[in-house]
C-alpha cells in the first residue's frame, strides 16, 4: 500500500506548538477583481430597476388630465381608430362641455332635449347629428355620421379639444 492510499489522521501534535486547535488560522481567500466588479454591476443593476419602479408615472397622470376629467376615449396616441368611432369625454359632477374637433365645433344637443318626453317601452329613439351631452352621466359624446358636422376621420392625426366649465345652478 503507497502513502497515498494509506489512512490519513491528523492528530493534536499535528499542529505547530506555537498553534492551538482554536487559533488555527484559515486563510482568506482575496476576492478577484472580476468577482467585486460582477457583484458592483448587479448592485448598480438591481438599484437602477428599484428606482425606475419608484420613479415611474403611469395611468391617470401619465396623461396630464384635469381633475374636472374622469375618462376619455379613444385613448390620446391611439394608433388603430376606425373612422366611426366615438369619441366620448367622463367629466366629473357639476360640468358641462363642448368638442372641438380638428378646429370644428361640433354642435351639442342635452340628451333630455333630444329625446320626447313619452318613450314607450322598447322604442326607439331618434338622436340628433351632434355631439350629445348626458347631464345625468356628466357625459359628453360624438359619433361621426352622414350629415353631421363630421362625417369620418380621414386618415392621419386628429385633433380633439375639450372645452368644459362648472354648470351654474
Known sequence: MSDIDA????TIDDVGADQSPSTAVRRR???????VLISAGLALGLMMVVLGFMSATTGRDALGYPD???GVSPAPNDRQVLSQTEISVDL??????????????????????ASPQE???????????????????SLIRFEPTEGAAVEKYDVGVHRVTVLFWKIEE
Open 7 to 10: 489512512p490519513h489522521e491528523a
Open 29 to 35: 481567500r482575496r476576492p478577484s477583481i472580476e468577482m
Open 68 to 70: 374636472q376629467i374622469i
Open 92 to 113: 366629473i359632477d357639476g360640468y358641462e362641455a363642448e368638442l372641438i374637433l380638428d378646429g370644428i365645433t361640433i354642435p351639442t344637443t342635452r340628451l333630455e332635449d
Open 119 to 137: 318613450v314607450r317601452p322598447g322604442q326607439q329613439i331618434e338622436l340628433p347629428k351632434t355631439a350629445i351631452y348626458d347631464q345625468g352621466n
